[in-house]
């Protein structure tokens, strides 16, 4: 437990993200410290054998016992409200040690259509490869879900907003009928983090984040954790202390670093992206702005009433086909051309031929992946800059 956990009861989300999971040492350090080793010593070949077997608390091998990554998962989890979380290397290696975890041959998940594009393709190509199936649907349709559901079904997996057409998923609603049928619902709650929107409150069983985006916030490391109860969190850390995709400690450390102004960053990245979009809504050359914050979008309502804020990623259709869209995205000076998201500086992409780009041409149409949309990462830069820059190529 931590030093801070007695003071901590009731402490709001500012608080927590600066001191949840601090364990200062005897050296009295009072930023968090930084452990860089690949294993711990024991006092006695038994001590071994007890912390080995779990028998006795303490570390056993930096795989799946660290310091510093047990910091950041205590951390994420109060965030979340959650009873515990387990760190990983990447976002999608957070959701491959759910699943491996959780499902077997023969089981089934029930996905939104709208996801990050790996992420259909590993639930496709590799999870149906070792007998696990998958039906996706739409996200924003509760009959579409209800419909969806097979005996099989053990998980439910969603993201919301969704990546990148900003899709929100009723999570009251869709957890009611996921537990109804003995299943667990999953949210990557990436674009919001806990400083937006807390599924868990909701009745989601496990949070899963890529950690890379918004938890860093300055494009720097890679990291993955999911969230969630002590028991499924085991499940998940069984497979993580056996398979390996385990989050470097330095990483977690630069997380922990991050997470001290997630909230501020995030409020700021959501006024800058409300602004671009009311602006690109005004722009003759653009077809269409996916944006929850927006009245017109079709889960404005439900964002409000999820989420404190609307988060900084859109997208919007430029007239036109993917030439036109190509040569908006080519004409930007500002904007950095990259598929990550969730950094200070604003970046721009094109999701068809990207991050959704191993899709089949006849998932994408079904994903409203178009040819001509185009995906920005809202940054932290003066707005009327961006405003100038995206004009090169819009004008």
Known sequence: MSEYDDSLTGAGLDTLAVRAGCHRTAEGEHSEALFLTSSYVFGSAQEAADRFSGDAPGNVYSRYTNPTVRA?????????????????????????????????????????????????????????????????????????????????????FVETPSNPLCDVVDLQALADLTHARGAKLVVDNCFCTPALQRPIEFGADLIIHSATKYIDGQGRCLGGVVAGDQDTINEVLAF???????????????????????????????????????????????????????????GHELARKQQSAFGGVLSFQVKGDQAAAWRVIDSTRICSLTANLGDAKTTIVHPATTTHGRLTPEQRAESGIADNLIRLAVGLEDVEDLKNDLLRGLS
Not at 86 to 101: D, K, N, Y
Request: with cysteine; charged share 20%.
């Open 72 to 156: 950041f998962e205590e951390r994420i989890a109060a965030l979340e409200k959650a009873e515990s979380a387990i760190a990983t290397a990447s976002g999608m290696s957070a959701i491959l040690s759910t699943c491996m975890a959780l499902l077997q041959v023969g089981d089934h998940i029930l996905c939104s259509r709208s996801v990050f594009g790996t992420t259909t393709v590993l639930f496709t190509k590799y999870l149906q490869r070792f007998g696990v199936g998958v039906t996706f649907v739409d996200p924003t349709d509760l009959t579409a879900w209800e419909h969806g559901f097979q005996a099989n079904t053990r998980l439910v």
């Open 240 to 298: 993580v202390r056996s398979a390996g995709p385990t989050l470097s400690a330095f990483n977690a450390w630069v997380f922990l670093k991050g997470l001290e102004t997630l909230r501020l960053r995030m409020e700021a990245h959501s006024r800058n992206a409300q602004a671009l979009a009311e602006w690109l809504q005004r722009q003759p050359q653009v077809e269409r702005v996916y944006y929850a914050g927006l009245p017109e979008h079709p």
